[in-house]
């Protein structure tokens, strides 16, 4: 597991300031339920916004933003948690295989008795810890400061543990894309550009396809749609937002892995 420590050694100060930010902010807001608790003026605010614009913050009539569910839906899982996840783990990912690459300092590890397989797995079984460390601080976060002011009343545990597991895994699938296009081409600023192509095109769908029909049928394979298709929170765990991330961050990791131990680095 040398490849594994030395990775997440080199990774620990970005990490760490990543903790700080999350962590914070997420607090922050949290804290700020108890002036949205029992306020029908959001509740209204929300009845009249466009139903794209509704969908993409996780907003819906059934959950108002002035319940618990409507608001930690709305001000976390739907908006900031995906998105710092996605940011987040498409940085780690592209560097995993394709910045080490490109800064010239792959070569010099795998000059040592390390096989390609086994820097690509462990490199991602380090990228795996980092995105579950992250997610385990702000679960921590959501509860130590959710508890007191009552933003997490009603909300059954498990449902909860799924909605933080769910954006784990949105997080890293998109953190697998950008491993995977390292891998495949060795090209750090190509893994960022496919992996943030396809996170925005998941989002936009999402979004738009409540307004334009056509986009409708995109929505079934959009990561962002398996996430925000229900309200986890009051509604229950939706498996499709954990299955199906999971099959696909499978099937880039097996493509990944032997195309990167067949080609010529460059």
């Known amino acids: 597991m040398t490849v594994f420590r030395r990775f997440l050694r080199d990774r620990r100060r970005s990490t760490l300031w990543w903790l700080v930010g999350v962590v914070a902010t997420v607090a922050l807001t949290v804290l700020f339920y108890p002036s949205v608790e029992g306020q029908a003026s959001f509740d209204d605010m929300t009845e009249q916004m466009p139903d794209a614009v ?3 913050f996780g907003l819906d009539s059934t959950f108002p933003m002035s319940s618990p569910e409507g608001f930690l839906q709305s001000q976390l899982f739907a908006t900031m948690l995906p998105i710092l996840l996605v940011v987040f783990g498409i940085g780690i990912g592209a560097r995993a295989i394709g910045g080490s690459e490109e800064d010239g300092t792959l070569e010099l590890l795998l000059a040592n008795p390390v096989t390609r397989r086994r820097l690509a797995l462990e490199r991602y079984g380090t990228l795996v810890v980092l995105h579950v460390v992250l997610m385990a601080a702000t679960a921590v976060t959501t509860f130590a400061t959710g508890v007191p002011v009552g933003a997490t ?10 909605a933080f597991v769910a954006v784990l895994l949105l997080g890293l699938l998109h953190a697998t894309i950008a491993f995977a296009v390292g891998a495949l081409t060795g090209r750090r600023g190509r893994a960022i550009a496919v992996s943030a192509a396809v996170a925005v095109a998941g989002y936009l769908v999402e979004g738009l396809a409540q307004a ?16 925000l298709e229900r309200n986890m929170l009051g509604e229950g765990v939706a498996w499709a ?3 199906l991330p999971l099959l696909v961050t499978a ?11 067949r080609r010529d680095l460059r």
């Open 54 to 56: 509704a969908e993409l």
């Open 251 to 261: 099937a880039l990791l097996a493509v990944a892995v032997p195309a990167f131990e």
């Open 241 to 243: 937002s954990i299955v």
């Open 153 to 162: 009343d009603g909300i059954p545990l498990a449902w909860l543990a799924a």
């Open 212 to 227: 334009a029909d056509p986009l409708q049928p995109l929505q079934a394979i959009s990561p962002f749609h398996w996430l």
